[in-house]
């Protein structure tokens, strides 16, 4: 360190004081300054120069795999050595990451399969916790922590590795040939992050021959030395000097800065920097002429050179080469580049779009050379599946230009099968014996149409789910309907020839699919029985087009007699409900839905068969209100609308929920179950029926039960919306749909029958919910109607103990009914028990009897029945203490309300007030 201060004193002094040039001095200092100190104590204060090689023989490219799973095995170390030490704690930890780090590489693991150390680390970690577990003597020893942790693990590992049972059971089969595998693929991955370290240039990322990574190599060491010697030539030092000669010349110079100073050359130095700058420039061109044709002689043996391609399919610019020039085509030929091309199908790295394209290729190639129709159709089922095939992804729908393939393929399919009679068809065909080539036997071909149909109808709903139901495009998408449904009529069709009972059920399961949900508006408007068409008429009514009530009832009553699978006949009977449902055949429905039993076991069906179930009911709850039935609507709708969660039980979207969160997967596995937009049924219209059906009913019982300490709610959500309605400090004109209900219930409490109609039946309404139906003025006179009767009703509840009598023309002039039907709704009453009252004939009037009890009389009543449940606890309590049970469960129980009424679905059943 002294001496290398000393030199420095030296250098600093020489600027000052040595001889020379102002230049000799500049330059010396400069030349000084450029140098790096080398000392013992001074190292660690110096930059450390790296030169860019250096910098890049230290880089190393990783791909995501590897990080991945280096990731995952860093912490399986950690894993197995908390193992080794038998710290549970530790183990549950690094178990819980594991699993986070697993869902993380899920989309590479998905491509690439579950790799072994992972399997192996599962059963490692399954049979060591087993191990403790059952070693009762080492679970009493330990510590609370690892106590705790070994149940917490035992019960975490086990539900863990259900998803695993498989590939866990192939390991435990074989675990020493996992282990090999293991350390095989270890050591692969070494040797390739050493190759990777050796050297990383673009040739790696390109998709050329392996055999041009050594000849890269001596080009880039050539290049290399080339810069290295343009470094020598500019500094103009020869290149056979020595480091020996370099050595023995440090004496010749004062100072260090002299020995690197450059020094001018003499003629024939120059002459020779010259002529060898010309012999590399020479060498560098032949290189590169030789270079480019060595890449020509490369294009022309990988087909064509490369081309940069836009994100997604890359562009075709030429129809590919399927055969060389001169081969004879005929049916080895062609199906044997069939079955090439066949081969790569799913497999890492194949182009999907280019073996569509091969494909077609290949079957417009053997259409040419007229090889018959037997091998051009087993052909084009090989380019749907590839269609199929193009996106591997479940939840993201076919492209556009994908899709018109797909239909134009399929339809073209089914032209064959139509044109060609003798071709058989079929997944039971084995490919040995199919006949593809002899045309005086009939074509036998392996492969199933109805599949590809069934896969094109689910393309065609995810194409409907993925796109924004409010855009132009759902409409453009929308207009593909019509021509999947006339497939899947053709597809009928063919079937109806040569398809077994499975498959013609199956069809006409799908044909079902796309007709219960859509309202005929032919039979609508011209019904078959009306007395204003003649008999000639009602013919050429009928063949302009098959009415759908006569296709629906052909289709389902073939699938009840023929399937044997409960799943096709429960969805036949279900969309056969729903369609008599839509077209307001209420008794048909109604009894087709009792005589089916499935709300016994519907349960049981999976969620798409649920949600169709839903879906039915809740269109039978509104044909029934639209007939005037608001019991029956009630009862039907009390399910979905009781629960809050309508839109995700119908299968119309998803709820956010804070307490039970979904995680990914779940997510989208129910995205995949919602229904297109197009079939959704309006949630405010539900919730507005439903509403309005029980202000008919409970509306009149409150006013019945007004002092019944056993009182029961109807409906639950109404009484909510009644509170909500109540609670709020400034009553001002209703706005929504649930305010005119709440504001309509009160004035119907009130007998007010015209205010009660206007807050339900106005503009506002109507444009909401009314007018949403086919007959829309046929249910608002149902409607009036209705609220006629009740809000009468609701008068002769409220106000009957201020009458001694009342004349029935009076009411019916109240309320704007007949005579008639004030009679018929009073003796009702009577029967009932509802109204203490008789009728008198002559007079036609309603003579009350003073049944009522008074005020006083009724707190009385409800002192002695709270006094009666608080002896009924008491004996319960000491019969709990005694342990005979016998005295308070073989007690009659009183049912009160629900004894006599049959709304007993819905409210709290045993609750006291």
Same mark, same amino acid.
């Given at each position: 360190?002294?001496?290398?201060?000393?030199?420095?004193?030296?250098?600093?002094?020489?600027?000052?004081?040595?001889?020379?040039?102002?230049?000799?001095?500049?330059?010396?200092?400069?030349?000084?300054?450029?140098?790096?100190?080398?000392?013992?104590?001074?190292?660690?204060?110096?930059?450390?120069?790296?030169?860019?090689?250096?910098?890049?023989?230290?880089?190393?490219?990783?791909?995501?795999?590897?990080?991945?799973?280096?990731?995952?095995?860093?912490?399986?170390?950690?894993?197995?050595?908390?193992?080794?030490?038998?710290?549970?704690?530790?183990?549950?930890?690094?178990?819980?990451?594991?699993?986070?780090?697993?869902?993380?590489?899920?989309?590479?693991?998905?491509?690439?399969?579950?790799?072994?150390?992972?399997?192996?680390?599962?059963?490692?970690?399954?049979?060591?916790?087993?191990?403790?577990?059952?070693?009762?003597?080492?679970?009493?020893?330990?510590?609370?922590?690892?106590?705790?942790?070994?149940?917490?693990?035992?019960?975490?590992?086990?539900?863990?590795?259900?998803?695993?049972?498989?590939?866990?059971?192939?390991?435990?089969?074989?675990?020493?040939?996992?282990?090999?595998?293991?350390?095989?693929?270890?050591?692969?991955?070494?040797?390739?992050?050493?190759?990777?370290?050796?050297?990383?240039?673009?040739?790696?990322?390109? /998709?050329? &021959?392996?055999?041009?990574?050594?000849?890269? *190599? @001596?080009?880039?060491?050539?290049? +290399? =030395? #080339?810069? $290295? !010697?343009?470094?020598?030539?500019?500094?103009?030092?020869?290149?056979?000097?020595?480091?020996?000669?370099?050595?023995?010349?440090?004496?010749?110079?004062?100072?260090?800065?002299?020995?690197?100073?450059?020094?001018?050359?003499?003629?024939?130095?120059?002459?020779?920097?010259?002529?060898?700058?010309?012999? /590399?420039? &020479?060498?560098?061109?032949?290189?590169?002429? *030789? @270079?480019?044709?060595?890449?020509? +002689? =490369? #294009?022309? $043996? !990988?087909?064509?050179?490369?081309?940069?391609?836009?994100?997604?399919?890359?562009?075709?610019?030429?129809?590919?080469?399927?055969?060389?020039?001169?081969?004879?085509?005929?049916?080895?030929?062609?199906?044997?580049?069939?079955?090439?091309?066949?081969?790569?199908?799913?497999?890492?790295?194949?182009?999907?779009?280019?073996?569509?394209?091969?494909?077609?290729?290949?079957?417009?190639?053997?259409?040419?050379? +007229?090889?018959?129709?037997?091998?051009?159709?087993?052909?084009?089922?090989?380019?749907?599946?590839?269609?199929?095939?193009?996106?591997?992804?479940?939840?993201?729908?076919?492209?556009?230009?994908?899709?018109?393939?797909?239909?134009?393929?399929?339809?073209?399919?089914?032209?064959?099968?139509?044109?060609?009679?003798?071709?058989?068809?079929?997944?039971?065909?084995?490919?040995?014996?199919?006949?593809?080539?002899?045309?005086?036997?009939?074509?036998?071909?392996?492969?199933?149409?109805?599949?590809?149909?069934?896969?094109?109808?689910?393309?065609?709903?995810?194409?409907?789910?993925?796109?924004?139901?409010?855009?132009?495009?759902?409409?453009?998408?929308?207009?593909?309907?019509?021509?999947?449904?006339?497939?899947?009529?053709?597809?009928?069709?063919?079937?109806?020839?040569?398809?077994?009972?499975?498959?013609?059920?199956?069809?006409?399961?799908?044909?079902?699919?796309?007709?219960?949900?859509?309202?005929?508006?032919?039979?609508?408007?011209?019904?078959?029985?009306?007395?204003?068409?003649?008999?000639?008429?009602?013919?050429?009514?009928?063949?302009?087009?098959?009415?759908?009530?006569?296709?629906?009832?052909?289709?389902?009553?073939?699938?009840?007699?023929?399937?044997?699978?409960?799943?096709?006949?429960?969805?036949?009977?279900?969309?056969?409900?729903?369609?008599?449902?839509?077209?307001?055949?209420?008794?048909?429905?109604?009894?087709?839905?009792?005589?089916?039993?499935?709300?016994?076991?519907?349960?049981?069906?999976?969620?798409?068969?649920?949600?169709?179930?839903?879906?039915?009911?809740?269109?039978?709850?509104?044909?029934?209100?639209?007939?005037?039935?608001?019991?029956?609507?009630?009862?039907?709708?009390?399910?979905?609308?009781?629960?809050?969660?309508?839109?995700?039980?119908?299968?119309?979207?998803?709820?956010?929920?804070?307490?039970?969160?979904?995680?990914?997967?779940?997510?989208?596995?129910?995205?995949?179950?919602?229904?297109?937009?197009?079939?959704?049924?309006?949630?405010?219209?539900?919730?507005?029926?439903?509403?309005?059906?029980?202000?008919?009913?409970?509306?009149?019982?409150?006013?019945?039960?007004?002092?019944?300490?056993?009182?029961?709610?109807?409906?639950?959500?109404?009484?909510?919306?009644?509170?909500?309605?109540?609670?709020?400090?400034?009553?001002?004109?209703?706005?929504?749909?649930?305010?005119?209900?709440?504001?309509?219930?009160?004035?119907?409490?009130?007998?007010?029958?015209?205010?009660?109609?206007?807050?339900?039946?106005?503009?506002?309404?109507?444009?909401?919910?009314?007018?949403?139906?086919?007959?829309?003025?046929?249910?608002?006179?149902?409607?009036?109607?209705?609220?006629?009767?009740?809000?009468?009703?609701?008068?002769?509840?409220?106000?009957?103990?201020?009458?001694?009598?009342?004349?029935?023309?009076?009411?019916?002039?109240?309320?704007?009914?007949?005579?008639?039907?004030?009679?018929?709704?009073?003796?009702?009453?009577?029967?009932?028990?509802?109204?203490?009252?008789?009728?008198?004939?002559?007079?036609?009037?309603?003579?009350?009897?003073?049944?009522?009890?008074?005020?006083?009389?009724?707190?009385?009543?409800?002192?002695?029945?709270?006094?009666?449940?608080?002896?009924?606890?008491?004996?319960?309590?000491?019969?709990?203490?005694?342990?005979?049970?016998?005295?308070?469960?073989?007690?009659?129980?009183?049912?009160?309300?629900?004894?006599?009424?049959?709304?007993?679905?819905?409210?709290?059943?045993?609750?006291?007030?």
């Amino acid at each position: 360190a002294a001496r290398t201060r000393k030199r420095r004193h030296e250098s600093n002094m020489s600027r000052f004081f040595a001889t020379g040039s102002d230049s000799e001095s500049e330059s010396s200092s400069s030349g000084e300054e450029a140098i790096p100190k080398i000392g013992g104590g001074t190292l660690s204060r110096q930059p450390l120069l790296v030169s860019d090689e250096e910098e890049d023989a230290k880089r190393v490219v990783r791909s995501a795999k590897d990080k991945r799973f280096d990731e995952l095995m860093n912490i399986i170390k950690t894993i197995r050595n908390a193992m080794k030490i038998r710290d549970i704690s530790k183990c549950l930890e690094e178990f819980e990451v594991l699993g986070r780090a697993y869902l993380k590489s899920k989309s590479i693991i998905d491509k690439d399969g579950i790799p072994t150390f992972y399997i192996r680390i599962l059963a490692d970690l399954e049979d060591m916790v087993n191990e403790v577990w059952e070693d009762r003597e080492g679970r009493k020893k330990m510590n609370k922590n690892n106590s705790k942790a070994l149940a917490t693990m035992r019960q975490k590992i086990r539900k863990y590795n259900r998803d695993f049972e498989q590939e866990l059971v192939v390991y435990r089969e074989n675990p020493e040939k996992s282990a090999d595998e293991e350390e095989d693929a270890d050591e692969d991955e070494s040797s390739d992050e050493e190759e990777d370290e050796e050297e990383v240039t673009a040739a790696m990322f390109l /998709k050329k &021959k392996s055999e041009a990574a050594p000849e890269q *190599k @001596k080009v880039a060491k050539e290049e +290399e =030395e #080339e810069d $290295d !010697d343009d470094d020598d030539e500019d500094w103009g030092s020869p290149s056979d000097d020595s480091d020996s000669e370099s050595d023995d010349d440090d004496s010749k110079y004062t100072s260090l800065a002299h020995k690197f100073l450059k020094k001018p050359l003499t003629e024939e130095g120059k002459r020779a920097a010259e002529r060898k700058r010309d012999d /590399k420039v &020479k060498k560098r061109m032949e290189r590169k002429d *030789k @270079k480019k044709v060595e890449d020509g +002689e =490369e #294009e022309v $043996d !990988d087909g064509g050179e490369w081309k940069p391609v836009k994100g997604g399919a890359p562009m075709v610019s030429e129809k590919p080469k399927m055969f060389a020039k001169g081969t004879e085509i005929n049916h080895p030929v062609v199906l044997k580049k069939l079955t090439e091309i066949l081969q790569a199908r799913g497999k890492k790295g194949t182009d999907r779009a280019a073996q569509i394209e091969m494909l077609t290729e290949l079957c417009t190639i053997a259409a040419a050379h +007229e090889l018959g129709d037997g091998i051009t159709l087993k052909i084009k089922f090989n380019i749907v599946a590839s269609l199929y095939d193009y996106n591997p992804n479940l939840a993201s729908c076919m492209k556009q230009d994908m899709w018109r393939k797909c239909l134009a393929c399929v339809d073209n399919l089914l032209d064959i099968l139509f044109e060609c009679p003798n071709i058989f068809i079929g997944e039971n065909i084995g490919e040995d014996s199919e006949n593809l080539s002899n045309p005086e036997l009939p074509y036998r071909v392996r492969g199933c149409i109805l599949t590809l149909v069934e896969r094109m109808d689910e393309e065609f709903t995810k194409i409907m789910q993925n796109t924004d139901p409010h855009s132009q495009e759902y409409v453009d998408n929308l207009k593909d309907e019509g021509h999947v449904c006339k497939i899947v009529q053709r597809l009928q069709e063919y079937l109806d020839l040569k398809g077994s009972t499975d498959e013609i059920c199956r069809a006409y399961l799908r044909r079902i699919l796309h007709t219960y949900y859509k309202f005929d508006y032919k039979s609508h408007q011209n019904p078959v029985n009306s007395d204003d068409q003649s008999k000639s008429e009602q013919d050429q009514a009928e063949t302009e087009g098959e009415d759908s009530a006569v296709l629906m009832d052909k289709l389902c009553k073939y699938i009840y007699s023929k399937d044997r699978t409960d799943r096709i006949r429960t969805c036949a009977i279900l969309c056969h409900i729903y369609h008599h449902a839509l077209h307001n055949r209420w008794f048909q429905a109604r009894d087709l839905m009792l005589m089916s039993h499935l709300q016994d076991n519907i349960q049981h069906a999976d969620p798409p068969v649920q949600i169709l179930y839903n879906r039915t009911m809740v269109q039978l709850g509104i044909c029934a209100f639209r007939q005037g039935m608001t019991k029956d609507a009630h009862n039907a709708l009390l399910d979905i609308q009781s629960s809050g969660r309508a839109k995700e039980l119908l299968g119309q979207g998803l709820l956010m929920r804070s307490m039970q969160e979904r995680n990914q997967e779940q997510e989208k596995i129910e995205k995949r179950r919602q229904v297109p937009f197009h079939m959704h049924i309006n949630l405010e219209l539900l919730e507005c029926v439903y509403l309005v059906s029980a202000m008919l009913l409970e509306i009149p019982y409150m006013a019945g039960h007004e002092f019944d300490a056993r009182r029961r709610m109807i409906s639950k959500q109404f009484h909510h919306q009644l509170r909500v309605g109540e609670r709020q400090p400034l009553l001002g004109p209703p706005e929504s749909m649930r305010e005119h209900v709440v504001a309509a219930s009160k004035a119907m409490k009130m007998g007010d029958w015209k205010t009660c109609r206007q807050f339900i039946i106005n503009e506002k309404m109507n444009g909401k919910v009314w007018d949403l139906f086919p007959a829309a003025d046929r249910v608002r006179d149902m409607l009036v109607k209705k609220i006629q009767e009740e809000s009468l009703r609701t008068y002769l509840f409220t106000y009957s103990s201020v009458y001694d009598c009342i004349s029935m023309e009076t009411l019916a002039d109240m309320f704007q009914l007949e005579i008639q039907n004030v009679h018929s709704i009073i003796s009702k009453m009577i029967i009932n028990e509802e109204l203490m009252a008789s009728l008198d004939q002559p007079t036609q009037t309603v003579v009350m009897h003073r049944t009522e009890p008074t005020s006083l009389q009724n707190l009385a009543l409800q002192l002695a029945e709270k006094l009666g449940n608080l002896v009924e606890n008491n004996e319960r309590v000491f019969d709990l203490k005694q342990g005979s049970y016998g005295g308070y469960f073989n007690r009659d129980q009183r049912g009160g309300y629900q004894g006599k009424q049959s709304y007993g679905r819905g409210g709290y059943r045993n609750q006291n007030y």
